[in-house]
C-alpha cells in the first residue's frame, strides 16, 4: 500500500508540474494567434488568407512554374482570397513579377503580396559543411517562425520542399496545413548510397569510402528520416510531383490516402506550336541540354558522352555541337559553370561546346526549335521538366533511366517509343547516334507520339489537379 500511494503521489506532482508547463504554453500560443490575426488586413466574407513558403520564388526553375501557376489558378478560382508568397529575394514586387513574365510567360495576378524574410540566410546549406540535413532544417524552423510573426496565414503552403516548417504552422499558428513536394528531404534511395557506400552529390567520397564514417552516417541518416517522417504528418494535405516522389513520401510519411500526384506545369502551348521539323524543314545538328547548374544535374557526364560520340563516330558527327543552357543562382554556380568549361577544353571539345547561362524565355523556344536531340543526365530526378518541355518543343530526348523520366515521362518500347533512357557515357552516346542514324519518318512520327503524351503535363491539367487536391485546405 505504501508504495502504491507513493506512486499515486508522484503521479499526481508530475500532472501537477505537466499543467504548470502546458497551461501557461497554451495560453502563450492562443494569445499569439489572436494578436496575429488581428494584425491582418481585413478580407470579404468567407475569404481566406493562403501563403505560400517559397524563399527563392525568383529563381527560374521549374519548382517556381510550380508556384505562379498556382497561385494564378488559386486567384481565378478564389478571387477574394488573399495570396501571399514568403520570399527572402530582395528585388522589388515589379521586377520579380516582370521576370516571372519573361520566363514562363505567366503573369501574376493582381493582389499578390510578397512577405519578405530577413532570415532566409539560414537556409543556405553553405552554412552546413557538416550535418547539413539537420542544420538546414533547424534553419528551416527559424525562418518559418519569422514567418509566420509576419503574416498568420489561414492556409499555409509549402510549395518548396521545406517539411521542417509545417508543424510550426498547423500547431503555433492553427493554419490549414499543405505542401507541394518536388524531391523528399531524405529518401531510402539516399540511405542507400550510404549504407553500400556509393559516392554521390549528396554522399561525399570520405564519407562512402572509410567504414567507420560511413555507419555514423547511416545512424544520422535513419534518425533525420525518423524526423523528417514525424513533421511530414503535420501536412493536412499532400501534393507530389511524380509517380517516384509518391512512392518515397508515402513510405516516409505515411497518409496515403491524403497524397495526391499532381504532375508539375509546362508551358505545352507555346512549345507545340514550334516546327516539328525545325524553323527550315530541318533541325540542325545540336544537342541541347536546359537545366540549373547545380552538382545533381550531372552536367559533366553531358560532355563526357558527347566527346565520346565524336571520339567514336567522327564522320557522322562532323557538324554535331552541345549547347548547354542553365540558371547561375550565385557564386557556387559560377564555380561550376568554370569548371564545365575546363572540361570542355580537357575534353578536347571545347570548339563544339557552347553555354547560355540565365537565358529569357524567348531564346530558349529559339534554342528549343534548333535542337535535333536533348540531354537530361540527373539521377532520380523527381519529375523532370525539362525533359518534357523539350518533348513538347519536338526535341528527341536522351533522359536519365531513373527517377520521373523512367516512371512517368519516356516510354522506350518501340512500338509506342517517345525517347531514349540511358544511364552512362558509352548508353548516352549510342542514343544520341540512335537519333542522328534514325530517318525522318521515325523521327516524325517519335516526335508527335513524344508530343501527344506531354499533353498530361499542361498546365490546365495541373490546375485542375492542383484545385482539387487543395480543397480539403480552402
Known amino acids: ?19 504548470i508547463i502546458l497551461l501557461p504554453t497554451i495560453f502563450v500560443v492562443w494569445l499569439l494567434r489572436k494578436v496575429l490575426r488581428a494584425r491582418r488586413p481585413p478580407l470579404e466574407a468567407g475569404a481566406k488568407h493562403v501563403a505560400f513558403f517559397h524563399p527563392y520564388c525568383d529563381d527560374g526553375g521549374g519548382g517556381e512554374r510550380v508556384l505562379w501557376t498556382a497561385i ?63 542544420g538546414q532544417a533547424v534553419g528551416s524552423v527559424l525562418v518559418a517562425l519569422e514567418a509566420l510573426l509576419r503574416l498568420l496565414p489561414d492556409v499555409y503552403i509549402d510549395s518548396m520542399g521545406y517539411g521542417f516548417t509545417l508543424p510550426v504552422f498547423r500547431l503555433l ?42 555507419w555514423m552516417k547511416l545512424a544520422y541518416y535513419r534518425l533525420f528520416a525518423q524526423l523528417y517522417g514525424l513533421v511530414g504528418r503535420a501536412a493536412h494535405v499532400v501534393m ?9 513520401v508515402v513510405a516516409i510519411w505515411g497518409g496515403e490516402g491524403r497524397v495526391s500526384t499532381v504532375f508539375p506545369p509546362c508551358d505545352l502551348e507555346r512549345l507545340q506550336r514550334l516546327p516539328a ?34 571520339r567514336d563516330h567522327p564522320e557522322e558527327t562532323a557538324d554535331l555541337r552541345l549547347v548547354l543552357v542553365g540558371g547561375c543562382r550565385g557564386a557556387a554556380d559560377q564555380t561550376r559553370v568554370n569548371a564545365l568549361k575546363a572540361l570542355a577544353n580537357a575534353l578536347g571539345i571545347s570548339e563544339r561546346f557552347e553555354l547560355r547561362v540565365n537565358v529569357g524565355y524567348d531564346e530558349l523556344l529559339e534554342l528549343f526549335s534548333e535542337a535535333l536531340v536533348g540531354l537530361h543526365t540527373m539521377r532520380d530526378e523527381h519529375f523532370g521538366i525539362g525533359v518534357v518541355e ?83 485546405l480552402l
Open 1 to 19: 500500500m505504501g508504495l502504491l500511494c507513493c506512486i499515486k503521489r508522484e503521479l499526481r506532482n508530475s500532472i501537477w508540474l505537466a499543467s
Open 72 to 134: 494564378a489558378a488559386l486567384a481565378e478560382r478564389y478571387p477574394g482570397h488573399q495570396i501571399s508568397v514568403y520570399t527572402g529575394d530582395t528585388a522589388a514586387d515589379a521586377e520579380i513579377f516582370a521576370r516571372v513574365q519573361q520566363r514562363f510567360g505567366l503573369r501574376v495576378p493582381d493582389g499578390v503580396r510578397l512577405v519578405r524574410l530577413r532570415s532566409r540566410w539560414l537556409l543556405d546549406p553553405s552554412y552546413y559543411p557538416l550535418l547539413t540535413l539537420l
Open 173 to 214: 499558428g492553427g493554419c490549414r496545413v499543405g505542401c507541394y513536394v518536388h524531391y523528399p528531404t531524405i529518401s531510402s534511395d539516399m540511405l542507400e548510397a550510404v549504407s553500400v557506400g556509393r559516392a554521390a552529390f549528396n554522399n561525399r567520397a570520405q564519407f562512402a569510402s572509410v567504414d567507420a564514417l560511413r
Open 240 to 248: 507530389v510531383n511524380s509517380s517516384w516522389t509518391r512512392a518515397h
Open 277 to 310: 521539323d525545325g524553323p527550315n524543314g530541318r533541325r540542325p545538328p545540336c544537342v541541347l541540354s536546359v537545366g540549373q547548374f547545380r552538382p545533381e544535374k550531372n552536367h559533366s557526364l553531358q560532355l563526357e558522352s558527347f566527346s565520346r560520340l565524336l
Open 390 to 472: 523539350m518533348m513538347a518543343a519536338g526535341v528527341v530526348v536522351v533522359a536519365h533511366c531513373s527517377g520521373g523520366p523512367l516512371t512517368d515521362i519516356v516510354d522506350t518500347t518501340e512500338e509506342s517509343r517517345t525517347g531514349y533512357l540511358a544511364a552512362s557515357a558509352r548508353q548516352y552516346a549510342e542514343c544520341m547516334l540512335a537519333v542522328l542514324r534514325a530517318d525522318k519518318g521515325y523521327l516524325a512520327d517519335l516526335r508527335a507520339r513524344a508530343r501527344k503524351s506531354c499533353d498530361r503535363f499542361g498546365e490546365k491539367p495541373f490546375s485542375d489537379d492542383f484545385l482539387r487536391a487543395c480543397r480539403p
